[in-house]
């Protein structure tokens, strides 16, 4: 791959397959950015779980105030590739290193668009209600997000958002389909990088969407045009999106497990530690002694991501020629000289903020509303004509609701946009109303 084809702004969807002239101080990739955070879509975010539940308290994080803090690392990291870049001349003209910032922060903005209420949990709960009604269809919040980008998100005769190549690049973490990572699950498939199928990134009717970014960014294919199962090697700027993310909920998950009251000051003080110089912890320390224990947390998780994006920047120049390759099967953090004490702040997650009681008990809420919500629509979806579909139908929205065209498929990729789409008040606000809780 080559930076030339890699920071295209040909633009999906439009009519002559590339963009307007920039406007005067505003580059392609910022509209982009714009386009994003004014979506519908991106606004949801606002009421969609993070972590913890929404309204225990004001200051942990939600959906979207996470995107937007990775958004931020995003373009520092992105902004620091591209001064490197630029130094070694591999920048091609006009683009600058606050090019690259912008495509990589529009990137990170984006990364969580497709992700169902309920975090996490969300997506099991859709699929384990759809194996009840017999569909192994798995939910992938990577696919919705693409498809709300390119389809469904605030549509343009249908194009979604049309978006640069470059920044749905950067935002395509898994660039294969779900066949493709599922042969590769299996044994069917050798692939070439594990890393970029470890799950899936493409819905079946967004294959011409990737197509398109694909071949303008010069992806390289992992599979034939016209096979099957497709796959191509994940754009370089990929890896600083997912370094962003990785940084952002390592540290800040570790922040408002001790705000909310799960983490005790000490460890979280000893789980920062390694990130500061010994002249930075006497100032911890001091802070310390005046009982500013807050202050002192705030002061190390601001340290810890500033050192984390020097060694997240530190991995992709010394691994760039692997990730123009498509040879790169790490992630930059785990292959960071930081790597130990960011997989160690997500270890002590794992075991004493994500198993936490008040998070287990949302996330199991969040599984029982979806699946009903899920058995409730299902109607509609098998038997359209019915009294009850018809009813179902309205509270679907809209008059884009398809009845017999495209048959159940549609129908059924038009419920799950639905649901995945809602945030957390409204999908439990529906499942009162239908239960007849009050």
Known sequence: MNWQQLLSDARWGSRHRSTASPQKN???????????????????????????????????????????????IGSSLGMLAGEWLAQKGSLPAPIMPSDVATIVSTACLAHD???????????????TALKRHGLELPFEGNA??????????????????????????????????QSYSAAVKKGSI????????KKFGIGEQEREAASFMAGHL??????????AHLCWSRHPLAYLMEAADDICYRIADIEDGYFSGLLDFAPTRDLFSPFLTESQLRYVRELEEKKEKDSCIHYMRAIAIG?????????FVNHEEDLLQGRMEQSLIDSSELSAPLNGLYQYAIKNVYRAREVIEVEAMGYKVLGELIDFFMEWVNHPSSGQS????????????PQN?????????????????????????TYRKLTGIL
């Open 26 to 72: 505003r580059s392609n990739y910022d509209r982009d950015y714009g386009r994003i955070l004014f979506s519908s879509a991106f606004r949801r975010l606002q009421d969609k779980t993070q972590v913890f539940p929404l309204g225990r308290n004001d200051y942990v994080r939600t959906r979207l105030t996470h995107s937007l803090e990775v958004a931020h």
């Open 144 to 177: 919705q997000g693409f498809r709300i980008l390119t389809r469904t998100g605030d549509p343009m005769e249908g194009s979604g958002l049309k978006l640069t190549a470059a920044v749905l690049g950067a935002f395509m973490k898994y660039p294969c389909t």
């Open 218 to 227: 010069g992806l390289i294919p992992r599979s034939t045009p016209d096979a």
């Open 113 to 127: 668009i497709g992700n169902p209420p309920f975090g996490h949990s969300g997506e099991d709960a859709i699929e």
């Open 190 to 197: 050798v692939a070439a990088n594990k890393l970029e199928c």
């Open 307 to 315: 050192k984390s994006i020097q060694s997240a920047v530190d991995s």
């Open 405 to 429: 065209n495209g048959g159940e498929a549609a129908r059924l990729a038009h419920m799950l946009d639905y649901i995945s789409g809602m945030t957390d008040s409204f999908a439990l606000e």
């Open 390 to 401: 018809q009813k179902i139908a309205i509270m679907l929205q809209g008059t884009d609701v």
